[in-house]
């Protein structure tokens, strides 16, 4: 890795949930970096904790303990509005399950992206050139239902990356998916990466470990 700062950087980081018999330490004293254009892909166990720590990393919850930064922010201190503009600025996130409003177009699916990031100039040609990037440009009028997996998923991407975040988060993206789609899927984020973008993906498929820069 350079010598840059890292995007994010975790340290000691502790999260556990409240349950009948006491809190749940679910993560313990968590150290990890990851450095601008790396595309880091994280594999391990089902229920060891891997989705609880992508909303972390996308800052959708907060340490129980420990420290997360990112950039050059240390998100501690901040408020949980200052924390969701962090996040609507410098992250994109795509889940297994797509995420998507099913009856609204994929265009609009990508529109909603800039919904909460004050004015943007020139949302809906934006959002149809960051379909346009995921080889969606012929379905962008097409309801997002009526799309298969694959298409969903690269409308997902095209949402996540329409702000051009600093880091992309990606919990389980090709679960749902056959081959074919994830190749397509895994493109997409590989052009991405290509173009400097950085990545931090779960996933159970072995096979996508050959996208990876750094396998955790
Ligand atoms: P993974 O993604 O690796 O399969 P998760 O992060 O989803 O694992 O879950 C890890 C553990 O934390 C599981 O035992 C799960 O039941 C528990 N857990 C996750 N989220 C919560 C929550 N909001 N409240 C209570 N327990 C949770
Ligand atoms: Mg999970």
Sequence with gaps: MSGRAPVLRLRGVTKSFPAAGGPVEVLRGVDLDIGAGEFVVLTGPSGSGKSTLLHLCALLDRPTRGELRLEDTDTGPLHDDQLAA??????????????????RSALDNVRFRFRYAGPVPDE???????????????????????????E??????ARALALRP??????????????????????????????????????HNEALLRYATRHV
């Design 152 to 157: 969903k998923q690269r409308v997902a991407i």
């Design 166 to 203: 600093t880091l992309l988060v990606a919990d389980e993206p090709t679960g749902n998916l056959d081959r074919s789609a994830t190749e397509a899927v895994m493109g997409c984020l590989a052009r991405g990466h290509a173009e400097g973008l950085t990545v931090l993906l779960v996933t």
């Design 86 to 103: 962090l996040r609507q600025a410098r992250l994109g996130m795509i889940f297994q399950r797509f995420h998507l409003l099913p009856h």
């Design 124 to 150: 809906a040609a934006r959002a149809r050139a960051a379909l346009e990037e995921v080889g969606l440009g012929g379905v962008a009028d097409r309801r997002a239902r009526l799309l298969s997996g694959g």
